[in-house]
């Protein structure tokens, strides 16, 4: 069964780091671009950032650009994303995301979250 | 950026119902539009892709449209557990951007 797993998710003050991990399993995992998206309390889904099936190509939104920082360890089947200076802005539930194609892309298993909260 | 404008932001329809939910872009985003069902507490679910394709498993009774900057989610008959919001995502260009989402209420 394809699977994914988030964690990492806690409390932490505005400025503050945090690092949240996704677990794969239940497929081939260094084959597949891989995917953040966060849904704020109360808003809609927001693509945070995107990684190469090899690391070697790594995309993000304007709003996290030199604050975040997505990576992978295939050798793990596992996906991560460092946060640092954090701001309330962004407390959201995050997601990992696997994109089945990325020729033609669209995220097809998606984990069931983990909430980070920014807050003094 | 590519703006996502979905229509109606809010639904309420009887069991059996047709539904239909717009999606319009800013710019031109070809075929490279995807659906999405969010439960709450569940891990998001891909419906529709390439504007069109249905993703293996999921009902029949939905389906999609569209091309360029209008798109359209159609449920033909609407189930209990179709009660959900439905967002929309555009692979186009990056960064990839959702709609503001539509919240589907079974009356």
């Known amino acids: 069964e394809v699977q994914l797993v988030e964690s990492g998710g806690y409390l932490v003050q505005p400025g503050g780091s945090l690092k949240l991990s996704c677990a794969a399993s239940?497929?081939?995992?260094?084959?597949?671009?891989m995917n953040w998206v966060r849904q704020a309390p109360g808003k809609g889904l927001e693509w945070v950032a995107n990684?190469?099936?090899?690391?070697?190509?790594?995309n993000y939104v304007d709003s996290v650009k030199g604050r975040f920082t997505i990576s992978r360890d295939n050798a793990k089947n596992s996906l991560y994303l460092q946060m640092n200076s954090l701001r309330a802005e962004d407390t959201a539930v995050y997601y990992c995301?696997?994109?089945?194609?990325?020729?033609?892309?669209?995220?097809?298993?998606w984990g069931q979250g983990t909430l980070v909260t920014v807050s003094s | 950026d590519v703006q996502l404008t979905q229509s109606p932001s809010f639904l309420s329809a009887s069991i059996g119902d047709r539904v239909t939910i717009t999606c319009r872009a800013s710019q031109g985003v070809r075929i490279y539009l995807i659906w999405y069902q969010l439960k709450a507490g569940k891990a998001p679910k891909l419906l529709i892709y390439g504007a069109s394709t249905l993703q293996s498993g999921v009902p029949l009774r939905f389906s999609g449209s569209g091309s360029g900057t209008e798109f359209t989610l159609t449920i033909s008959s609407l189930q209990p557990e179709d009660s959900a919001t439905y967002y929309c995502q555009q692979i186009s260009e990056y960064p990839v951007t959702f709609g503001g989402g539509t919240k589907v209420e079974i009356k």
């Open positions: 995301a696997r994109d089945e194609d990325h020729s033609n892309s669209r995220f097809d298993c």
């Open positions: 239940g497929f081939t995992f260094s084959n597949y671009w």
């Open positions: 990684i190469k099936y090899d690391g070697s190509a790594k």
